[in-house]
């Protein structure tokens, strides 16, 4: 994803302090950062509308929804079908990501499943997908670090 612009370290202070608490009112974050509330206002409306404050459901983990295994699928897709398999690994719900990579595939996707064979009902689903030449799942055994940006963050916030 390529950003407009690139982020400063008020807005850095903002979303660390979203971060502890996402219900946090944007007189809550002036007071609390020492900031003026519209310059709150203002670098809250830009970062939404940069794309950079996403939807709340990222959050969630997709355990608590039953989807308790979780893979990763390199698929390699027949050139020129690109955008034909994304709109369909688009339209479905399992597939949480999907990012373009070099190598030995073509798209790396990140998928959940409700137990083993639930994950083959989805394997066989993604190599039913026009476009579709191969796929090869790993299983993901433990989340041993999660996604997060707060280390980042927190250097820019200083």
Same mark, same amino acid.
């Given at each position: 994803?390529?950003?407009?612009?690139?982020?400063?370290?008020?807005?850095?202070?903002?979303?660390?302090?979203?971060? &502890?608490?996402?219900?946090?009112?944007? *007189?809550?974050?002036?007071?609390?950062?020492?900031?003026?509330?519209?310059?709150?206002?203002?670098?809250?409306? $830009?970062?939404?509308?940069?794309?950079? *404050?996403?939807?709340?459901?990222? $959050? +969630?983990?997709?355990?608590?929804?039953?989807?308790?295994?979780?893979?990763?699928?390199?698929? &390699?897709?027949?050139?020129?079908?690109? &955008?034909?398999?994304?709109?369909?690994? $688009?339209?479905?719900?399992?597939?949480?990501?999907?990012?373009?990579?070099?190598?030995?595939?073509?798209?790396?996707?990140?998928?959940?499943?409700?137990?083993?064979?639930?994950? /083959?009902?989805?394997?066989?689903?993604? +190599?039913?997908?026009?476009?579709?030449?191969?796929?090869?799942?790993?299983?993901?055994? $433990?989340?041993?670090?999660? /996604?997060?940006?707060?280390?980042?963050?927190?250097?820019?916030?200083?």
């Amino acid at each position: 994803m390529s950003l407009v612009r690139r982020l400063d370290s008020i807005d850095a202070r903002i979303l660390l302090a979203l971060d &502890e608490d996402p219900r946090a009112t944007v *007189l809550g974050l002036s007071r609390q950062l020492n900031l003026a509330r519209g310059t709150v206002q203002s670098h809250l409306e $830009r970062l939404e509308a940069d794309g950079i *404050l996403h939807r709340f459901s990222r $959050r +969630l983990a997709p355990a608590a929804l039953g989807f308790t295994v979780s893979a990763f699928v390199m698929i &390699e897709i027949t050139q020129g079908k690109q &955008e034909d398999t994304l709109n369909r690994l $688009r339209d479905t719900p399992e597939v949480l990501e999907v990012h373009g990579i070099t190598g030995d595939g073509d798209l790396m996707c990140r998928v959940v499943a409700r137990d083993a064979d639930d994950l /083959y009902r989805v394997g066989q689903e993604l +190599l039913s997908i026009p476009g579709v030449v191969r796929t090869r799942t790993s299983l993901a055994m $433990r989340e041993l670090v999660p /996604y997060r940006v707060d280390p980042l963050l927190t250097d820019l916030a200083t």
